[in-house]
């Protein structure tokens, strides 16, 4: 199976047309593709031949050779094939055509139809071609264009894992298919040349010819079972990837499984964390709400706190006349609540008003003007503040108490000589005088 150009004239020389032979010397050619110009070139020169061996059949069974070459490889996608021969054909169908027979020339004709119909060739390499035919018709100078082969649709790109296994693939169908081929030859040279029965033979070739055909196909034999080891070979090759594949995807089917399981578990512990703490949510939610208030239909809704004005119906503050900055400095005490009596007075010295609070805000204000001084009188310790019969005591010195009152007294006896009319004078005497001044003391009491 090794390539040289000796082995490929050989074979060309050894082709009939018939469908057999050119099969198999077209499947030898496609085995060796690495070398498709040096094989496209020795075919060109070898058809060009001017050698009375090659008449019109030859030079047919030739182009037929070409034919089943250039479509096997477009099958297979081996555009290589398609780019060479598209630059010979033309210049060949040129030389050629002229010296076909008559008969043959349609059969060219409807070669090149096959080729564009089925779009083995491009438009432009068709139009060359048939431009090599029609030019010799015609007696018109030839010049072909440049060719440009077809360019064929890259097939799917293969893993990295299968490249190495669809090369081992390929070389074994490329083998079976130059077995099947050389199979064919061996058993048509062998009812050709081994016949069971020699006296039924009439067309056998002499004995030194019949020698020499017996050599070729013992050789022919031996390149067919070479190729069947070869093919046994390719076949344990590829059924040991595909065992190794094959525990490939069965560790792989078990890694899946495992990733599945902890994919399993990871879910399960997010699903029971996300409710612990949905949990704890709701729960903050429920503490965070505060139950409303109820009011009872008779109650009456509640009163709003009147906000503070500057009315002069506000209650007084008490003014502190002993510092210089009363106006700056003013602090309002707190409001204290005490018990009406009636024998108890409150008074300040140092302010302006005098005011008494209880529960009825009762409020008596004395004015400065009409008396200078206020007279306290204290009760006894002993003393209870609901003694109804307490009457004050008379001090002891009351000529130093009228001295010393004298102003008040002189005041109070002018005022009420003229609230009783007539009654201006005075009775005179230490009778009259203890009276008014006991009068006068009942009511500052």
């Known amino acids: 199976m090794s390539f040289s150009p000796d082995v490929f004239k050989k074979k060309l020389d050894l082709l009939q047309e018939t469908?057999?032979?050119?099969?198999?010397?077209?499947?030898?050619?496609?085995?060796?593709?690495?070398?498709?110009?040096?094989?496209?070139?020795?075919?060109?020169?070898?058809?060009?031949?001017?050698?009375?061996?090659?008449?019109?059949?030859?030079?047919?069974?030739?182009?037929?050779l070409c034919n089943d070459v250039v479509q096997q490889a477009r099958h297979k996608r081996k555009p290589e094939f398609?780019?060479?021969?598209?630059?010979?054909?033309?210049?060949?169908?040129?030389?050629?055509?002229?010296?076909?027979?008559?008969?043959?020339?349609?059969?060219?004709?409807?070669?090149?139809?096959?080729?564009?119909?089925?779009?083995?060739?491009?438009?432009?390499?068709?139009?060359?071609?048939?431009?090599?035919?029609?030019?010799?018709?015609?007696?018109?100078?030839?010049d072909a264009e440049a060719p440009v082969a077809k360019v064929q649709p890259a097939g799917p790109k293969l893993n990295g894992e299968l490249v190495h296994l669809n090369n081992l693939y390929n070389h074994m169908t490329q083998l079976l298919d130059v077995c099947n081929l050389n199979l064919t030859q061996i058993g048509f040279q062998s009812k050709q040349y081994l016949p069971n029965d020699h006296d039924s033979q009439d067309a056998?070739?002499?004995?030194?010819?019949?020698?020499?055909?017996?050599?070729?196909?013992?050789?022919?034999?031996?390149?067919?079972?070479?190729?069947?080891?070869?093919?046994?070979?390719?076949?344990?090759?590829?059924?040991s990837l595909l065992q190794n594949l094959q525990r490939l995807l069965e560790d792989g089917l078990s890694t899946d499984e495992s990733k599945e399981q902890i994919i399993a578990q990871r879910l399960e512990k997010l699903n029971s964390t996300r409710s612990s703490l949905q949990e704890m949510l709701d729960g903050e939610d429920a503490e965070d709400e505060e139950a409303s208030p109820a009011f009872e239909k008779d109650s009456p809704p509640p009163v709003a706190a009147p906000a503070p004005s500057n009315d002069d119906d506000a209650l007084p503050t008490y003014d502190n006349s002993d510092s210089d900055d009363d106006d700056d400095d003013r602090e309002e005490p707190p409001a204290k609540r005490r018990k009406a009596s009636d024998s108890s007075v409150s008074s300040n010295a140092s302010g302006k008003k005098s005011v008494a609070f209880s529960e009825d805000i009762q409020i008596n204000e004395y004015d400065r003007e009409e008396q200078t001084d206020v007279i306290k009188v204290a009760?006894?310790?002993?003393?209870?503040?609901?003694?109804?019969?307490?009457?004050?005591?008379?001090?002891?010195?009351?000529?130093?108490?009228?001295?010393?009152?004298?102003?008040?007294?002189?005041?109070?006896?002018?005022?009420?000589?003229?609230?009783?009319?007539?009654?201006?004078?005075?009775?005179?005497?230490?009778?009259?005088?203890?009276?008014?001044?006991?009068?006068?003391?009942?009511?500052?009491s």
């Open 82 to 142: 398609l780019a060479e021969f598209a630059k010979f054909l033309p210049e060949v169908l040129h030389k050629v055509f002229p010296s076909m027979d008559d008969p043959i020339k349609p059969k060219i004709e409807r070669l090149v139809g096959v080729w564009e119909q089925r779009g083995i060739f491009g438009g432009s390499d068709i139009r060359n071609m048939r431009r090599a035919i029609d030019s010799l018709k015609s007696g018109k100078s030839f």
């Open 204 to 239: 056998l070739p002499l004995p030194k010819i019949y020698i020499s055909k017996l050599n070729v196909l013992e050789k022919l034999c031996n390149v067919t079972s070479q190729n069947l080891t070869d093919i046994k070979a390719a076949r344990k090759d590829v059924l």
């Open 379 to 444: 009760k006894s310790d002993n003393e209870s503040d609901d003694d109804t019969n307490f009457e004050p005591s008379l001090p002891e010195n009351l000529e130093e108490f009228e001295a010393h009152h004298k102003d008040d007294l002189e005041l109070h006896k002018t005022q009420q000589g003229g609230s009783n009319g007539t009654d201006g004078g005075s009775n005179g005497g230490d009778g009259d005088q203890n009276a008014g001044l006991l009068n006068l003391l009942s009511k500052l």
């Open 19 to 64: 469908q057999d032979l050119i099969v198999l010397i077209s499947q030898w050619v496609l085995f060796h593709h690495r070398r498709v110009k040096e094989l496209c070139q020795l075919w060109s020169e070898y058809t060009l031949l001017d050698d009375p061996k090659l008449n019109s059949k030859k030079k047919l069974s030739l182009l037929y």
